[in-house]
């Protein structure tokens, strides 16, 4: 995956800590990781990509870091519905995003919301995938790549 | 005051939507998940403007947009949704819609997107 691919999902990720009222969103150094020992925080938001690029990009965060966002956003109810609609939404937002560079054939699926990490049907097993750090406030999340052309 | 629908299948994003109304111009009577519930929602309610989704469940936004229009031609659509790319966009907007404000969006961009749809 090139450089220039990781940075559209960094864009997305920065650009949507940016629309909360805490705009200070770090991002760290994207490193592989097999995808027999995922990346992954309490709660994870995957979206299918197809098209072109096949695999899936998803978001995963510890409920803390959820329920902040939640309040950030303006959200006062941090129940466990919403902290599950807002990871699946981030992620949502940023593959969408992510269309401005690869056009409409990269193609998103609704969100799928799951406690910890994803399995073999969403990551297979002999592909690898790249972890985006993301730092907010004193959390550590992370957008996950997993995506072949 | 214009009576608005907001179809989206993120409940914060619902609710989102319809905290940042002001409440002098908008009234919001009725929500829906996805395409299926706002055509019903739709024929009871009569609402003049909506909000709209692309990425739903059951039937997406496109779909549900040329339902919409086939019902009331006059009928005024925003389209909110994370898809960034200029084909869906002219999509939309062939199909009926009249606005497009990208996701993640701020209550003033919203406020700015209503007002522009609703000032013809």
Redesign the interface.
């Known amino acids: 995956m090139s450089q220039e691919t990781l940075q559209v999902f960094i864009d997305g990720v920065v ?2 800590f940016h ?1 909360t009222n805490d705009k200070n969103v770090k991002v760290g150094t994207p490193y592989l990781v097999e995808n027999n020992k995922p990346a992954a925080y309490d709660v994870t938001g995957i979206i299918g990509i197809s098209g072109p690029y096949r695999g899936c990009v998803y978001f995963t965060a510890p409920r803390i870091l959820l329920k902040h966002l ?1 309040l950030s ?3 006062s ?1 941090t129940s466990n ?2 902290i599950f ?2 990871v ?2 981030v992620a ?6 992510a ?2 560079r ?3 054939e ?1 193609m ?3 969100p799928v919301m799951i406690e910890g990490a994803p399995n073999h049907i969403h990551l297979p097993a002999q592909m690898r995938s790249y972890v985006i750090p993301v730092y907010w406030k004193a959390y550590h999340a992370a957008v996950v790549i997993c995506l072949e052309q | 005051m214009l009576s608005l629908m907001i179809v989206d299948d993120s409940n914060i994003i619902r609710r989102k939507i319809e905290r940042c109304n002001d409440s002098d111009r908008f009234r919001v009577v009725a929500a829906a998940a996805n395409g299926i519930e706002a055509l019903e929602l739709f024929k009871q309610t009569r609402p003049q403007v909506v909000t709209m989704d692309l990425t739903m469940p059951e039937m997406d936004g496109i779909a549900c947009i040329e339902q919409l229009m086939a019902l009331d031609s006059k009928l005024r659509i925003l389209v909110i949704s994370a898809l960034s790319d200029k084909a869906t966009g002219i999509s939309a907007l062939k199909k009926g819609a009249r606005g497009f404000l990208c996701k993640p969006f701020t209550d003033d961009q919203l406020l700015e997107a209503l007002t522009e749809l609703t000032e013809d």
Do not use: A, M, Q
């Not at chain 1, 949502?92 to 995003?97: A, E, K, M």
């Open positions: 650009r949507y629309h939640l956003i303006g959200e109810d519905e919403h609609d807002l699946g939404e949502n937002t940023i593959s969408g995003n269309r401005s690869f056009g409409h990269f998103i699926s609704v």
